[in-house]
C-alpha cells in the first residue's frame, strides 16, 4: 500500500517545505510539490490527494489576478479542500489564503510587520484540537509578515493569539488549519529573506540584524515544540486515508 500522499502548493523559490517536509516524511506522508508561480497548473479536485499544504510567499493574499493569476485558483483548491474534508494546512500567506478563500479578512498589518522570532499564545479552544492539544501555552514561532488575517472566516476556531495580531492560528472545519506564522524554516531560508526585506522592514524601523539573530537562535526550540505537532497533522492525514480507503 502506498504511503498518504499530500500536495504541497510552493509560491516561491525561497520558501519550499523546509523542516516541515523533513517532518511530514519522517511521519510517513509522500509529498507531491507544485508551483502555480512558475506556471504549473492546479488540479481541479483533490482525488489524488490525502493531504493539502499551502506555503507563505511574499505576495499579499489580496494581490488583483493581473498581478498573480494563480492566488484565486490556489483559494479555490483550499475551498475545495475543506469541502472534502482533505487534512489541510496553510502557512503564512497560505493560512492567509485559507482564511480569505472562506470569507475572512486580509489587510495591511495595521501594526507594522512582525519579523523575527515570538511567542504565540494557545487559546482555550486548542487544548480539544488535534494538532494544537500537545503544544505548549507559548510556543516559539518564526514571523515573517507583513498582512495581516484582520478577519477570520465565519466559522473558525481561534486556536493561538499574539499582541500585536490576534489571528495567529484557526481552524476551520473538521481538519483545516491556518498559521499566520512559519514554522518551516530553515537558518538559511530566514537569511535569505532578511536579504531580500532589508531595505523594506528596515524603512518600517525593523532591526533586521538582530530579528534575523533572533530568529536563527530560535529554530532549535521551533522544532522541540512543531515537529511533533506536525507528526499529529500527519496522523489527521493518515486517517483520512485509510477513510478514504475504507469507502472505496
Known amino acids: 500500500m502506498h504511503p498518504p500522499l499530500a500536495l504541497v502548493v510552493q509560491l516561491c523559490d525561497d520558501d519550499g517545505p523546509g523542516r516541515l517536509g523533513h517532518w511530514l516524511r519522517a511521519a510517513g506522508l509522500e509529498l507531491e510539490v507544485i508551483r502555480p508561480d512558475l506556471g504549473a497548473e492546479l488540479p481541479s479536485e483533490l482525488s489524488r490527494y490525502d493531504g493539502l499544504v ?3 510567499g511574499p505576495q499579499a493574499a489580496y494581490d488583483p489576478p493581473d498581478v498573480a493569476p494563480y492566488l484565486d485558483p490556489v483559494m479555490a483548491l483550499l475551498r475545495r479542500a475543506v469541502a472534502d474534508r482533505i487534512p489541510t494546512l496553510g502557512i503564512c ?3 492567509q489564503l485559507l482564511a480569505r478563500a472562506l470569507g475572512g479578512v486580509v489587510r495591511r498589518g495595521e501594526r507594522g510587520p512582525e519579523i523575527g522570532a515570538r511567542l504565540v499564545a494557545k487559546r482555550d479552544a486548542a487544548a480539544e484540537d488535534p ?3 500537545g503544544v505548549p ?4 514561532v518564526i514571523q515573517w509578515h507583513y498582512d495581516e488575517i484582520a478577519e477570520l472566516p465565519p466559522s473558525a476556531v ?4 499574539s499582541p500585536a495580531y490576534p489571528n495567529q492560528a484557526f481552524r476551520v472545519g473538521e481538519c483545516a488549519w491556518g498559521l ?3 514554522i518551516e524554516t530553515t537558518p538559511e531560508m530566514v537569511a535569505e529573506w532578511a536579504v531580500q526585506d532589508r531595505a523594506q522592514a528596515t524603512g518600517l524601523g525593523v532591526d533586521v540584524d538582530a530579528a534575523l539573530a533572533g530568529a536563527v537562535a530560535a529554530h532549535a526550540d521551533v522544532e522541540e515544540v512543531w515537529a511533533p505537532a506536525m507528526t499529529r497533522y500527519a496522523g489527521v492525514v493518515h486517517d483520512a486515508a485509510a477513510r478514504r480507503i475504507a469507502a472505496t
Open 131 to 133: 494538532v494544537f492539544r
Open 93 to 95: 500567506l497560505g493560512g
Open 137 to 140: 501555552f507559548t510556543p516559539d
Open 54 to 56: 499551502v506555503l507563505g
Open 180 to 182: 499566520q506564522f512559519h
Open 158 to 161: 481561534l486556536l493561538a493569539s
